[in-house]
């Protein structure tokens, strides 16, 4: 499973699932794009999953064909420690996410 963490997301949340498995989007050499442009280039790099805090991405953008799920974190803030007690929420998500859908974790 290839999973890319959106550049809103702390670094360190790479280290919830197993190595190799999860990329940031700077790592993936995608900083700085537009979401319209990321959400293509993920289709083209055949990623399984996207996971981002962006609450606002699923209105702006569509995903009703991308080839990859759609984790969308609903937290306080960004910091990693408010990420950490959804880190199983989040991996169970990861898991069952299917390509073109979005699921929520709060």
């Given amino acids: 499973m290839k999973i890319v963490i959106d550049?809103?997301?702390?670094?360190?949340?790479?280290?919830?699932?197993?190595?190799?498995?999860?990329?940031?989007?700077p790592q993936m050499g995608l900083s700085g794009f537009k979401?319209?442009?990321?959400?293509?280039?993920?289709?083209?790099?055949?990623?399984?999953?996207?996971?981002?805090?962006?609450?606002?991405?699923?209105?702006?953008?569509?995903?009703?064909n991308r080839k990859f799920g759609t984790v969308v974190i609903i937290s306080v803030s960004n910091r990693f420690n408010d990420l950490l007690h959804l880190k199983d929420k989040i991996l169970k998500a990861v898991d069952t996410v299917s390509k073109g859908k979005i699921e929520h974790v709060s």
Avoid: H, M, W
Wanted: with cysteine; hydrophobic share 35%; glycine share 4%.
């Fill in 35 to 64: 979401d319209t442009e990321l959400l293509e280039e993920l289709d083209k790099r055949e990623i399984n999953v996207f996971v981002t805090i962006d609450g606002n991405i699923e209105y702006q953008q569509q995903f009703i």
């Fill in 7 to 25: 550049e809103c997301l702390p670094k360190r949340v790479t280290q919830f699932f197993e190595k190799g498995s999860a990329y940031t989007v």
